[in-house]
């Protein structure tokens, strides 16, 4: 397993960049996420890490050795990287075992190595069979199990569960992490898909406009997004006008709350330890935050607000309610998310009730 680091790249496609001085490090071993909206450049990265495009600027180096850089290219072929598309691309001509073994030298091949990944991805014993008798999830198992078998430095993946339903999704990118893991092998998933990036990934770079926003651990960029726009994109997010008083500091003398629709809330700033200046400010409250009471608020303002539900989604494992404040600006409507099925019909009276600490950022 190597570490892969990435410096000041650039790529653009005749007039139209694409990144525009991409940072990145993945640790050795570790599975990193690279998340982003359509056309954000995540596909144009992975191609320029796998080598099937050239950078136009800035370095890619993978265990210390640059393989794209000024005045240096190294070939996809010589960089011990092994690649999982989004539709698997298996040959249906050759059988599991001939697709498994297809970057293997024949003495390789002969010695157990094509048994020993099928076991190792959990088909043992299919090695005969062809791709068209497989199910999707077996598929990209086999497209995993050959990725894997020229012992490769880094891993990439290219939204390889996109084709699969919901219930083979979450089976199959757990056992491609479970894999990843035994391997110790250095894996970079990109996907569009914020559940996904979450559940699996060690650390997740956000792209956006050709640069990565944030990178993190997947608590750190849920629980303290490095901007509004960023919160939105992972996960629901109430996003509310606020108002401070003065400048506060995480943990240290002066924190204090911060005024919205609530009431005032206890204050954690985006980064630790990070000043947030005086005035108004965006304050992140997400769904789970809140709690939903029958009846209106007896105390509005004391972390409390009253409302009226307007909508209800039920997603079997929970349920999004959304509420409209009284009083509130025209259009604005507080998410709050709920176990099990909601008990209350649309236009019931409600309080929603918020708990802190919240996140803001100077607007």
């Not at 891993?155 to 992490?177: G, I, K, N, Y």
């Amino acid at each position: 397993m190597r570490d892969l680091a990435v410096s000041g790249l650039h790529k653009a496609f005749g007039p139209h960049p694409v990144l525009t001085g991409l940072e990145l490090d993945v640790p050795a071993g570790a599975f990193t996420a690279i998340l982003g909206p359509s056309g954000s450049g995540k596909t144009t990265l992975l191609r320029l890490l796998a080598g099937f495009e050239q950078a136009d600027a800035g370095t890619i180096t993978i265990g210390g050795r640059i393989v794209d850089g000024p005045g240096s290219y190294t070939p996809p072929e010589r960089r011990k990287i092994g690649y999982v598309p989004q539709e698997g691309a298996l040959f249906p001509h050759l059988t599991v075992a001939h697709n498994v073994g297809f970057g293997l030298s024949a003495r390789e091949r002969r010695g157990g190595r094509t048994a020993e990944l099928l076991e190792t991805v959990g088909l043992a014993g299919l090695g005969a069979r062809y791709p068209h008798q497989l199910s999707g999830g077996q598929q990209q198992r086999v497209a995993l199990a050959r990725a894997l078998a020229i012992r490769p430095e880094v891993v990439l993946l290219d939204e390889p569960f996109a084709s699969l339903d919901a219930h083979m999704r979450a089976s199959v990118r757990s056992d491609v992490l479970r894999i990843c893991q035994q391997a110790g092998t250095t894996a970079i998933l990109v996907t569009h898909d914020q559940d996904e990036a979450l559940s699996l990934a060690h650390r997740i770079a956000v792209l956006r406009d050709g640069k990565i926003v944030q990178y993190a651990a997947p608590q750190d960029l849920y629980g303290r997004p490095a901007d509004a726009a960023l919160a939105r994109f992972v996960g629901d997010a109430n996003l509310l006008d606020g108002q401070l008083t003065e400048t506060a500091q995480a943990g240290g003398a002066g924190a204090r709350a911060v005024d919205t629709i609530f009431g005032a809330l206890p204050l954690a700033p985006a980064t630790p330890g990070e000043p947030i200046a005086s005035g108004s400010v965006t304050v992140l409250i997400r769904p789970e935050q809140l709690e939903l009471i029958a009846g209106p608020a007896a105390q509005p303002g004391s972390g409390c607000l009253s409302g009226r539900i307007v909508a209800r989604e039920y997603y079997g494992h929970d349920a999004v309610v959304r509420v409209q404040p009284d009083g509130g600006p025209d259009g604005l409507e507080v998410i709050v998310r709920t176990t099990g099925e909601p008990q209350l019909p649309t236009g019931s009276p409600v309080t929603v009730r918020a708990r802190g600490p919240v996140i803001a950022w100077t607007r």
